[in-house]
């Protein structure tokens, strides 16, 4: 049944990310293209509308990919509503045993010089995780024939100028500080929606 491989995948990937989660969307990106729930393209928009929602990016992301899953079966808008609950509910589960689990043990280990060890080395694990999420994306958006198996055929067939110039703005915009505070995310996505509203709705740039 389709929910009970939606619940065991999410609940894997809640299991087994470090990081946040940004550091999941490699897991998630290869379980929902191998099922053919979506592909990366779909995948790449459910990531900007869930960073332009409220509530944390994770859930946000699993609450859109079960609504998806849901949808694809008979029960129609009730099976996005309980493809919503099941996913979120499965990426969410891991981390509350395991919090509860930890905040018992942790004072008693704390000081542990292999608990010490471990956490170093899963630090620079969980930035290779981020930054190869980033680099997915980013291919994407940029390259939107982008593969591995495109560039040894031939490279690839189009560039993205605007969509590189767009993240080229607005990556400075990110980090300028005002009155000692940076702009708020939020803001910087109404902004870039607005933007990409004139110039690929509006004045009809092509993706």
Do not use: C
């Amino acid at each position: 049944m389709i929910y009970l491989t939606l619940f065991w995948e999410y609940f894997k990937i809640g299991l087994f990310t470090i990081g946040g989660g940004y550091a999941m969307l490699p897991l998630v990106t290869q379980i929902v293209t191998k099922h053919g729930w979506m592909t990366e393209q779909q995948l790449i928009e459910f990531i900007g509308v869930a960073e332009s929602t409220p509530g944390p990016f994770a859930i946000n992301l699993a609450t859109f990919v079960g609504n998806t899953v849901g949808l694809s079966t008979s029960l129609g808008v009730f099976g996005g509503i309980l493809g919503s609950l099941v996913a979120t509910v499965a990426v969410v589960l891991p981390s509350l045993i395991i919090i509860m689990i930890v905040t018992g043990l942790f004072g008693k280990f704390q000081s542990n010089k292999y608990v010490k060890g471990a956490l170093k080395g899963i630090r620079p694990v969980v930035v290779g995780l981020i930054l190869s999420a980033v680099f997915t994306v980013a291919a994407k958006v940029v390259l939107p024939d982008f593969s591995f198996k495109n560039i040894f055929a031939g490279g690839v067939s189009r560039f993205n100028w605007i969509s590189l110039i767009i993240m080229a703005a607005f990556f400075p915009l990110a980090q300028i500080k005002i009155k000692g505070k940076k702009i708020h995310p939020i803001l910087l996505i109404l902004l870039s929606a607005a933007v990409g509203i004139v110039i690929f709705g509006t004045l009809g740039a092509q993706q």
